[in-house]
T-cell receptor
Framework: AQSVAQPEDQVNVAEGNPLTVKCTYSVSGNPYLFWYVQYPNRGLQFLLKYITGDNLVKGSYGFEAEFNKSQTSFHLKKPSALVSDSALYFCAVRDNTNAGKSTFGDGTTLTVKP | DTGVSQNPRHKITKRGQNVTFRCDPISEHNRLYWYRQTLGQGPEFLTYFQNEAQLEKSRLLSDRFSAERPKGSFSTLEIQRTEQGDSAMYLC???????????FGEGSRLTVL
């Protein structure tokens, strides 16, 4: 079985400050990890993924995430937050032995205040 | 890039009625997924297709739910004898690779009265 935990329902940061949205996962095999963002009344959009290789992956809109195998984490980060980053963020995991479903966390609402 | 298209965007129905949702994936994508999302929850996997073959179906999915992808292009999700607990956003996504990211449509919101 595979699962994802996003321990924070909400993250609040000031514009210009760094942000971190946390994600931990559990899979049987090696993980494929993803971050998606959902703006109000819009579909989920892909931000970035880790499949293999460098533990630090870079994605859209200046976001990056670090894969940590020992801590089974894949935290989303951005050095300087923008008000327009305010949205709902989902972490997802897929087991590399099961090329089918991705399992999603329950999401973290990021609010960036001016 | 036309993206993933879902219809209808919103469906209101009475308990006991049948409803059908349609998903048109990105044309070159061979994998198509259905998820369900309720308020405060992440997307919950329902089923997925590779071309026209339905390869996996959630054990949580009751027999009232059925999905098809007859020609490996568009897909339909039918819910028979709807219940109030079926009220949710039904999401469709497609991808081109086994390890690829999912491209989501904007969803079909079902309200069962």
């Amino acid at each position: 079985a595979q699962s994802v935990a996003q321990p924070e329902d909400q993250v609040n940061v000031a514009e210009g400050n760094p942000l971190t949205v946390k994600c931990t996962y559990s899979v049987s095999g090696n993980p494929y990890l993803f971050w998606y963002v959902q703006y109000p009344n819009r579909g989920l959009q892909f931000l970035l993924k880790y499949i293999t290789g460098d533990n630090l992956v870079k994605g859209s809109y200046g976001f990056e995430a670090e894969f940590n195998k020992s801590q089974t984490s894949f935290h989303l980060k951005k050095p300087s937050a923008l008000v327009s980053d305010s949205a709902l963020y989902f972490c997802a995991v897929r087991d590399n032995t099961n090329a089918g479903k991705s399992t999603f966390g329950d999401g973290t609402t990021l609010t960036v205040k001016p | 890039d036309t993206g993933v298209s879902q219809n209808p965007r919103h469906k209101i129905t009475k308990r006991g009625q049948n409803v059908t949702f349609r998903c048109d994936p990105i044309s070159e994508h061979n994998r198509l997924y259905w998820y369900r999302q309720t308020l405060g929850q992440g997307p919950e996997f329902l089923t997925y297709f590779q071309n026209e073959a339905q390869l996996e179906k959630s054990r949580l999915l009751s027999d009232r739910f059925s999905a098809e992808r007859p020609k490996g292009s568009f897909s339909t999700l039918e819910i028979q004898r709807t219940e109030q607990g079926d009220s949710a956003m039904y999401l469709c996504a497609s991808s081109s690779l086994a390890v690829g990211e999912l491209f989501f449509g904007e969803g079909s919101r079902l309200t069962v009265l």
